[in-house]
């Protein structure tokens, strides 16, 4: 199989569409509509030209259903990348995963793409992979779920795990010692409270407690409240989005004997009500620059 140079510029203006496009993001939150743009979206599918001089990319993204707005946002920044790099080597072409992902990957591979870029939703990985793997074309998925990575599948989103391990070790640098959690019923949860307590005990900290909540309008509230009745912190993780965490932080804030310190996840990155709420004031969460996003999604509006 030859080995091929691909233009990392384009790659990483690609990979910077999994910010704008929300990556698959667990917990899921209510829809959300893509932003309208000009630029057109990769080639269609339909008679396809031979190519000699250029390196064939699938982009395998849902462009139709529930997730098309995402999936839409991703193909407009693939050509964005091509259009800003002049990455006159490739050639990127687009698959509707809405309709089968495994149909999808089938005629991308039988279409001559050599590599495959997607599907958005973990869940999809695993219906791609054995298509893939027979063709020797590698793939690097959107999805945040470590756990469909492999030898031949990577993976590109935000992964909770490396934002928490980052945000509770500047936490303790700067004093944090007893931690307590807050986290919805779930994956995500799950995956974040396990990331939490790693990252606790690597750096010399201490879990006390942690509270779970079924996602809802007054869940997250009533666990604040019994984790506030509990005491013992000085430090609080809450593993959700931002407006249910200032839901949250509205009723830790208020403390006789000092107000926790307050821990966010890369959910909160690119959340304007981060910066709104009062009660979040003083909160850390770990994420991508805003300077190189702003960037982005400056570069994205004017396309």
Known sequence: MKRWTIDRRAMVTVGLAALLGACSVIPKGADRAGPVVTTPTPEPTQSLPSDETRHRIALLVPMSGTNGAVGQSIANAATMALLDTNASNLRITSYDTAKGPEAAARQAIAEGNKLILGPLLGSNISSITATARAADVPVISFSNDTGAAGPDVLIMG??????IMRTVQYARSRGSQNFAIIAPDGEYGARAEEAARRAVAAYGGTMVWTERYARGNTSIVSAAERLKAHGGYDTVLIADGARLAAQAAGVLKPRAGGTPQL???????????????????????SAVSDNRYKRFVDSYEAR
């Open 263 to 285: 821990l966010g996840t890369e959910l909160w990155s690119g959340e304007g009500s981060v910066t709104r709420a009062s009660a979040l004031r003083g909160a850390l969460f």
């Open 158 to 163: 935000h992964i909770p795990e490396q934002s």
